[in-house]
């Protein structure tokens, strides 16, 4: 191996001709017991069938003496010394920009702020529902009027699709509630009649019997129906749990907390969302009809309205 080869290894490069052929009797090149170096250290002269290249001084050495204590070598600190001179050589990531352009400093995006923000002492704080960047006394959605803001940038997108879905929830929710009130007028339907025992009683006393039906979107197909009946002192979101089952509706309800992929119970004559702790035999009588929707969004808070 040459003295001036560039590459930087601590290794001994030996090229074909140094090693006698395999397949003839006669040598190719060197005589087989004499592969590899002699340690050039002046006492040692070791033959090392992998020698090591000091890049510091270039001679080539044993593994005993292969650092440049070991063999006190007269180049020593050379070869880190080209290192660092080559790693300063190189091009800093910064070179040739200001300060100003490798931190982002801008103003607060409140209007009636002036604060630098982005600096070492001064951090930016990122809305990600208007998608604006805020100093720390505007940071929170209500100190920068953050409902009145349009997003900017790609979430304004997002946020029209929202708003489409919601919008296309809520029509379809109010023409459940115009259907509510045909329903009302036809409340009174023919139940099931007890057989006449004590115990026969006592059993459809405890039941509901409901219509449940589920919307076309709900479940992908032509509007499933049904006729059931429930323990009235069950909860809607057991029932809930009990109708998808029945009219093989699909229920994520316990693995997605999207309010697009939840399903919520519907009461036509009450013309309202039912909450999922309610108990039915507070909010449903024999014969009312229930649809389950999915994306509607949680039951209004009367308080807020």
């Known amino acids: 191996m040459s003295n001036n080869d560039s590459s930087d290894t601590s290794y001994v490069k030996m090229s074909t001709a140094d090693v006698a052929s395999p397949s003839s009797g006669t040598s190719a090149g060197t005589d087989a017991s004499l592969v590899g170096k002699h340690c050039q250290l002046e006492y040692c002269n070791q033959l090392d069938f992998l020698p090591f290249l000091c890049q510091s001084c270039h001679k080539t050495f044993c593994l005993d003496h292969r650092s440049e204590s070991s063999h006190n070598c007269a180049c020593a600190g050379a070869w880190a010394e080209r290192r660092r001179l080559a790693q300063l050589a190189r091009p800093s990531a910064g070179e040739g920009k200001r300060m100003r352009e490798l931190v982002s400093q801008k103003p607060c995006a409140d209007d009636a702020c002036k604060t630098i923000i982005g600096t070492s002492l001064v951090p930016g704080v990122h809305c990600p529902s208007c998608n604006r960047d805020y100093c720390l006394k505007h940071r929170l959605a209500e100190d920068h009027d953050c409902k009145s803001k349009v997003p900017i940038g790609a979430r304004a997108a997002s946020a029209a699709t929202a708003a489409a879905m919601q919008a296309s929830a809520k029509s379809a929710l109010e023409r459940f509630k115009l259907w509510g009130k045909t329903k009302r007028e036809e409340a009174a339907r023919s139940l099931p009649k007890p057989k006449p025992s004590t115990a026969a009683q006592r059993v459809i006393a405890k039941r509901i019997y409901l219509y449940v039906e589920a919307e076309s979107e709900t479940a992908k197909a032509k509007i499933p129906k049904g006729e059931f009946f429930y323990n009235k002192e069950w909860v809607v979101g057991r029932v809930l749990d009990a109708a998808a089952r029945s009219l093989q509706v699909q229920n994520i309800n ?52």
Request: net charge negative; aromatic share 4%; hydrophobic share 35%.
């Open 254 to 305: 316990n693995q997605s907390s999207k309010e697009e992929d939840r399903l919520r119970v519907f009461h036509v004559e009450g013309g309202r969302m039912l909450e999922f702790n309610e108990k039915i035999e507070k909010v449903l009588v024999n014969g009312n009809t229930i649809v389950l929707l999915r994306g509607v969004g949680p039951p209004p808070d009367l308080i807020e309205m």
